[in-house]
């Protein structure tokens, strides 16, 4: 990151995965005070745009070419002024940041990340699940197939472990069909739990459970492409009576077992 200087500083906000009381406290701070707001308007929920100050300049981005907005935030940040870059989610995952990064640095203009709440997390809270199951799951795999972009193939899901993982796929909602295909051709059961959140946490939230065989057909036949995440793997639904505390001995985390010791409890044998 750039020195601070007598210029201006871009900060590059996640705005959280729709609701607008999900982006944080900082976020919030740095768009009341911001010059210039330049959000990404085809998934920033509209409601963040209240919080723009009189006099401040709001300009959505996706119509822009890369080049067009770093001119705009430049430009802001030349004058000293200050610019709320609002990313949807988190800022790290598919954010298309690190070439806004690079940019800015060849300008010598300052930047700083403010993180978001990831629609990953969003969806597991909407589904109610945890995605980190003790004896069921330990591993998240974050990933996406690409059709247009650049970007791993359906075919480097083979080699996600399968046991023990849960599979988050982004921006894959077109490319459904063929992660499918390399995950049973992985030898992933077909009973695997599935789910698909879509727009999770805005108006119109809808969130699907159904199993690794049948997630095309689901998916196709709510008609969905866009703004929806998949999620494969046990812990989506690690057995009966897991919420009402009878799940087996092995899904149970060590960190409350009154016979497990740690930093702040001496662990206590039966």
């Known amino acids: 990151m750039t020195a601070p200087g007598s210029l201006g500083c871009v900060y590059f906000i996640g705005a959280g ?12 701070e740095v768009i009341t005070r911001a010059d210039l707001m330049l959000y ?13 100050k009189p006099g401040a300049r709001v300009l959505g981005s996706a119509g822009l070419t890369l080049e067009e907005i770093v001119a705009e935030m430049s430009a802001v940040a030349r004058t000293g002024g ?24 060849e300008e010598g203009i300052p930047w700083e990340i403010v993180p978001g709440v990831s629609s990953v997390f969003a969806a597991a809270a909407a589904l109610g699940c945890e995605l980190t199951v003790p004896g069921v799951a330990q591993t998240v795999v974050l990933t996406r197939l690409a059709r247009r972009t650049d970007g791993p193939s359906a075919g480097d899901l083979r080699a996600v472990p399968r046991e023990g993982t849960t599979v988050v796929l982004f ?46 057909v689901a998916v ?51």
Do not use: N
Not at 196 to 210: G, K, N
Not at 220 to 230: A, C, F, P, S, V
């Open 171 to 216: 921006l894959s909602l077109t490319t459904v069909a063929e992660a499918v295909a390399e995950l049973l051709a992985a030898g992933w059961p077909p009973s695997t739990p599935a789910a698909v959140a879509h727009r999770v946490t805005w108006e119109d939230e809808r969130c699907l459970r159904t199993t690794l065989s049948d997630l095309d």
């Open 40 to 52: 990404a308007d085809s998934l920033v929920h509209p409601g963040v745009l209240r919080w723009a």
């Open 220 to 270: 196709r036949r709510e008609g969905w492409t866009r703004h929806g995440l998949i999620l494969v793997g046990p812990a989506l639904d690690p057995g009966p009576g897991a919420l009402a505390g009878t799940e087996p001995a092995q899904a149970r985390s060590s960190l409350y077992d009154p016979a497990f010791s740690h930093l702040f409890r001496k662990g206590r044998r039966a």
């Open 82 to 105: 200050t610019v709320a870059r609002v990313h949807s989610g988190d800022p790290s995952l598919y954010g298309a940041l690190r070439e806004q990064l690079l940019c800015l640095e």
């Open 17 to 28: 995965p729709g609701a607008p009381d999900l982006c944080t406290v900082r976020g919030k």
